[in-house]
């Protein structure tokens, strides 16, 4: 990935308001906001973010419709083609028993739930809004703070002093250890693998959730038509058979295609998508949850702050979430004068987004552990549940805390 300025000989060390640790899409939607803030000169934001290469990223990432106003609100949306992304129109949500599932329907409606977007498609259109941004193509390797600001060291053998640093570098943070932040990790013992299957018919803008006797799979629709973009949690065990298999995407299908028997809906798998080869990616699904994301001079923002389960498709919402707070926190503590290493600024973050995080993470963590479970008891129990919640209008409370 090129630097977004020219490359100038540069110092040992140097100055910035304000700068961001990590190259992902919170990242850099991060870094769009404060530019179009308002609060700094370009000049004064900088942006430590490995190289990374994203070209070949086939993934996709579904963001629902708040996320989808801030995007316009950015002048990212409206760049987009119709073909970058798949609006969702429907939620089905699918238990283990043979009961109706959950479902959520605007197809007869303007309304979408949201879309899914191509990751290098959103990554590109952003980073062609973010000129007049240093860019430092590093890793940090430690960190100090003194009562004016925070300095950090990067394995180019430079530093950055700044008055305020977010961190923004995955649920693995490197700098959420050097700060010492408390971390309680929830060890799922499942992998995640992902893909691209073709299904039977057209997908008609549905986004699906299937609780199979393989693990949670999402389905996610893809490009308008019948490819539907799929993310399985399996446990660690199935997963090393699955790949052992010497064609580990059809075993997936198979397995789909008697789930889904009674609605006659088969899947295929695709070998290529575009001009590019479609492989399994896999992934551990060690989660955290922070309860303080700050310290001294420093916020967490996105998987940095808190990791979830990917059976909720909510992980990326609930990070552009933080980073609006990070500009309302900065925008209210600055207009009475206040240092951005004013504690007012550590406080207002925490507390607008501790409970819309702990909410999301008990709702994933429950249908995680309660659907993943062996117990036949528990299973009966859950599913008789969906049954109810799906006769009531309590099921519209997922669809609202969904949407925050």
Known sequence: MKSLTKKQPL?????????IVGGGMTGAIMALLLKKSKLFDSNNIAWIVPKIKIDNDLRTTFYNQKSIDLLNKL?????????????VKKIEVFGKKDVSPLIWDNSSEEERFGAVVKN??????IFKKLDGIKQFEAFVTNTKCDEFERT????????IKTALVLSADGKNSQLRKLLSINTIAKKTGHIALSGFLQ???DHKFSAIQAFTD?????LLPFENKNKINFVLSVEKTKCKNILSKDYPEKYICDQLDMFFSSLNLNFKPIKKIGNINNKLSSWPLNLNFIINPTTQRAILIGDAAHSLHPLAGQGLNLAL?????????IEKSLKFGNDLGDISILESYNKDRLSNTIAMTAITDFLFYGFTSNSNVLQTVLSKGMEA???SELKNIFSKLAAK
């Open 321 to 329: 979430r933080d980073c609006v707070s990070v500009i309302n926190s």
């Open 199 to 201: 299904q039977s018919r």
């Open 75 to 87: 002048g990212v949306w409206d760049t987009l083609k119709k073909s970058d992304y798949t609006n």
């Open 389 to 391: 919640l799906n006769r």
């Open 120 to 125: 290098n498609v959103m990554l590109n259109s």
């Open 11 to 19: 110092s040992k060390e140097h100055f910035y308001k304000i700068c």
């Open 214 to 218: 393989l693990g949670p799979i999402g």
């Open 152 to 159: 950090l060291y990067l394995n180019n053998k430079e530093s």
